[in-house]
């Protein structure tokens, strides 16, 4: 039996998945870290794999850009495959000077504009939040491997391309250190269904300095981002 957009088979897909929006990002994970990696799924061309890592089983797919395409890759892994442990990696674009391409960072909690929310019928503002055993086991994994990371909130927006070139200060001004475009979905769908969620992204520009990295550094180099990903999903 296959779902709607996934069109897996059942126990194709491993209780712990990695979760690049880039498909091919997805596919350079599953060639480059995953031992004995199979594709389960290319519907659409958003590959999905499943191999294994230090003899751990582990899927990566890709979901694809935003908050509907996070939701719905995300709700079908979690509901229909039994998905545990759900790892954004991703980029971000950065709110602080202090923050240089290529850093790690671990969005603690994820405010967003959308309103995605809107399902759950909650009666006030909604502050979706990573799983604490991720949040612990990437810490975890960052001291055993040297591989640092920041902590702290991010924005999930809808916009790519703002109107107002400064929509990102007021952001910035209540402390929110990067922006990226699905982890608030994820972590809603997760905390719903009780099960582990954590977003892990690396900066690929910053709007203070105006730095940016190259679409190719952005599929294929921010390798410690992935390590670190997979050394969580293992723990």
Same mark, same amino acid.
């Given at each position: 039996?296959?779902?709607? /957009?996934?069109?897996?088979?059942?126990?194709?897909?491993?209780?712990?998945?990695?979760?690049?929006?880039?498909?091919?990002?997805?596919?350079?994970?599953?060639?480059? &870290?995953?031992?004995?990696?199979? @594709?389960?799924?290319?519907?659409?061309?958003?590959?999905? &794999?499943?191999?294994?890592?230090?003899?751990?089983?582990?899927?990566?797919?890709?979901?694809?850009?935003?908050?509907?395409?996070?939701?719905?890759?995300?709700?079908?892994? /979690?509901?229909?495959?039994? @998905?545990?442990?759900?790892?954004?990696?991703?980029?971000?674009?950065? &709110?602080?000077?202090?923050?240089?391409?290529?850093?790690?960072?671990?969005?603690?909690?994820?405010?967003?504009?959308?309103?995605?929310?809107?399902?759950?019928?909650?009666?006030? /503002?909604?502050?979706?939040?990573?799983?604490?055993?991720?949040?612990?086991?990437?810490?975890?994994?960052?001291? $055993?491997?040297?591989?640092?990371?920041?902590?702290?909130?991010?924005?999930?927006?809808?916009?790519?391309? $703002?109107?107002?070139?400064?929509?990102?200060?007021?952001?910035?001004?209540?402390? /929110?250190?990067?922006?990226?475009?699905?982890?608030?979905?994820?972590?809603?769908?997760?905390?719903?269904?009780?099960?582990?969620?954590?977003?892990?992204?690396?900066?690929?520009?910053?709007?203070?300095?105006?730095?940016?990295?190259?679409?190719?550094?952005? !599929? *294929?180099?921010?390798?410690?981002?992935?390590?670190?990903?997979? !050394?969580?999903?293992? *723990?």
């Amino acid at each position: 039996m296959s779902t709607h /957009i996934l069109a897996a088979e059942h126990g194709d897909i491993a209780e712990t998945v990695l979760l690049p929006g880039d498909p091919l990002r997805a596919k350079y994970i599953a060639e480059n &870290f995953l031992d004995n990696p199979r @594709c389960y799924s290319s519907v659409r061309n958003m590959l999905g &794999f499943t191999g294994t890592y230090k003899g751990v089983p582990v899927s990566v797919q890709g979901t694809g850009m935003g908050m509907p395409s996070m939701g719905i890759y995300s709700y079908e892994l /979690i509901h229909e495959y039994k @998905c545990r442990n759900l790892i954004r990696v991703g980029t971000a674009g950065a &709110f602080l000077e202090s923050l240089d391409i290529g850093d790690v960072i671990v969005a603690v909690g994820a405010s967003t504009d959308s309103n995605f929310a809107h399902t759950y019928n909650l009666k006030g /503002i909604y502050a979706p939040t990573a799983g604490y055993e991720l949040l612990c086991r990437v810490r975890d994994a960052s001291r $055993e491997t040297g591989i640092p990371f920041k902590a702290g909130n991010v924005v999930s927006c809808d916009v790519f391309y $703002e109107h107002d070139p400064n929509w990102w200060q007021s952001w910035a001004d209540v402390g /929110i250190m990067a922006v990226e475009m699905e982890a608030a979905a994820l972590y809603m769908n997760a905390a719903v269904a009780g099960v582990n969620a954590l977003a892990i992204m690396t900066v690929s520009d910053n709007f203070v300095t105006n730095e940016k990295a190259t679409a190719d550094e952005r !599929e *294929k180099k921010f390798t410690d981002m992935m390590k670190l990903a997979l !050394e969580t999903a293992v *723990k």
